[in-house]
């Protein structure tokens, strides 16, 4: 019998890390919540957070900057309406929503009287709505899917 055989030698390859920028948001806990989302004259988003009976409970947050980031969005809203008081919906392909995410400026993940879903944060100090999915049209019954996620 061998040296070789009494020693098992198991290297443990590391894991690479994630590199994941909060620029100051810290999460006031891991409890996804649903919210209504609002827009002012003005183009600013709110959200009216709605509680566990889906009632609207008054309260009413800012979304953080990076909720508008639009990679890996497939579902994209104009943040104008058209000559028809419309807003528009763009569905994307996973390539160009990845690849081509477009501008923040002309487009949001979310548009009003949609329910989202997202956590409640504190971004500096300050309390504000983190969006993660879109969920359907307020007064409808809608199935989003999404695609699986790595």
Same mark, same amino acid.
């Given at each position: 019998?061998?040296?070789?055989? !009494?020693?098992?030698?198991?290297?443990?390859?590391?894991?690479?890390?994630?590199?994941?920028?909060?620029?100051?948001?810290?999460?006031?806990?891991?409890?996804?919540?649903? @919210?209504?989302?609002?827009? &002012?004259?003005?183009?600013?988003?709110?959200?009216?957070?709605?509680?566990?009976?889906?009632?609207?409970?008054? *309260?009413? !947050?800012?979304?953080?900057?990076?909720?508008?980031?639009?990679?890996?969005?497939?579902?994209?809203?104009?943040?104008? !309406? &058209?000559?028809?008081?419309?807003?528009? *919906?763009?569905?994307?392909?996973?390539?160009?929503?990845?690849?081509?995410?477009?501008?923040?400026?002309?487009?949001?993940?979310?548009?009003?009287?949609?329910?989202?879903? @997202?956590?409640?944060?504190?971004?500096? +100090?300050?309390?504000?709505?983190?969006?993660?999915?879109?969920?359907?049209?307020? +007064?409808?019954?809608?199935?989003?899917?999404?695609?699986?996620?790595?």
């Amino acid at each position: 019998m061998g040296t070789s055989s !009494l020693f098992q030698l198991k290297v443990a390859v590391p894991k690479p890390k994630r590199n994941k920028v909060n620029h100051g948001i810290v999460r006031t806990s891991n409890k996804l919540v649903k @919210g209504k989302v609002f827009q &002012d004259e003005e183009g600013n988003y709110t959200v009216s957070i709605i509680d566990e009976n889906n009632q609207d409970n008054s *309260r009413i !947050l800012s979304f953080t900057e990076r909720s508008f980031d639009l990679t890996n969005k497939l579902n994209v809203f104009s943040r104008t !309406l &058209d000559k028809y008081g419309r807003r528009n *919906r763009y569905i994307r392909d996973a390539l160009h929503a990845k690849y081509m995410p477009g501008s923040p400026e002309k487009y949001a993940p979310f548009a009003p009287k949609w329910i989202i879903t @997202g956590y409640i944060v504190r971004d500096n +100090g300050i309390e504000k709505f983190d969006f993660n999915r879109l969920i359907g049209i307020d +007064g409808y019954n809608m199935i989003i899917t999404y695609p699986d996620e790595e």
